[in-house]
């Protein structure tokens, strides 16, 4: 054990076995809900913007894009510190007394860095699809919505319908009218304070489409 963390902490490794420590404690407290693992994707998304001109961000070019900036940086120093473990032990006794310490030591690190950079990225593609996000949808963006009558009526004080990416909404329409159950209808007003939507018939609809026309 002594042997082991006599390597972990001794140059090359302990380049990036204090990173990794202070890494380690930073996902404790994500994963204790004290800190949020985007915390350094703002400065990324500034560098994407202003990299857009140039065909795409540092991450997007090296492979490490679709995932929080924190995962990519983590994974970069666990491969990168395993490798320089590796080559303390096993590659750095072959250059004794042709380089010094410091020499070799920056070299492995540089060398490191360089090969855990694709292995990280390639680690990255099966983990993008869990940090995907979807913009939200306000709900006067749904106006024009053609939707199904899930209830019997709709009235000034009842309905509901179903857009058909399985929405469910409160729609509100002025009777009498002709919606029944499974009748299509469109949502034509938002009304935030009851919640609920204006509707008319997809006939009604595509009437009124006509006399403006």
């Known amino acids: 054990m002594e042997t082991f963390l006599n390597q972990m902490f001794s140059t090359p490794s302990l380049y990036f076995s204090v990173p990794f420590i202070f890494l380690m404690l930073y996902w404790v407290m994500v994963f204790a809900g004290l800190a949020d693992f985007e915390i350094l994707d703002f400065d990324a998304d500034i560098e994407a913007d202003s990299d857009a001109d140039t065909g795409g961000s540092w991450l997007e070019k090296l492979g490490l894009d679709g995932v929080p900036l924190t995962v990519a940086i983590t994974l970069i120093d666990i491969y990168a510190l395993a490798l320089t473990y590796l080559a303390r032990k096993y590659i750095m006794p072959l250059f ?11 070299l ?27 913009e939200g949808v306000s709900k006067n963006d749904l106006i024009g919505t053609i939707c199904t009558s899930t209830t019997q009526t709709v009235t000034e004080s009842f309905g509901q319908a179903t857009t058909d990416d399985g929405m469910v909404l409160s729609v509100r329409c002025a009777t009498p009218n002709e919606i029944k159950k499974g009748t299509r209808i469109a949502l034509i007003e938002y009304k935030p304070d009851e919640d609920v939507y204006s509707v008319v018939t997809e006939t009604e609809l595509m009437s009124m489409s006509s006399v403006t026309e």
Do not use: N, W, Y
């Not at 004794?96 to 920056?106: K, Q, V």
């Open 96 to 106: 004794d007394g042709i380089l010094t310490a410091t020499a070799i030591g920056a």
């Open 108 to 134: 492995v690190a540089l060398v490191a860095v360089i090969i855990a950079l694709p292995i990280a990225a390639v680690s990255i593609r099966p983990l993008r699809q869990f940090f995907k996000t979807h």
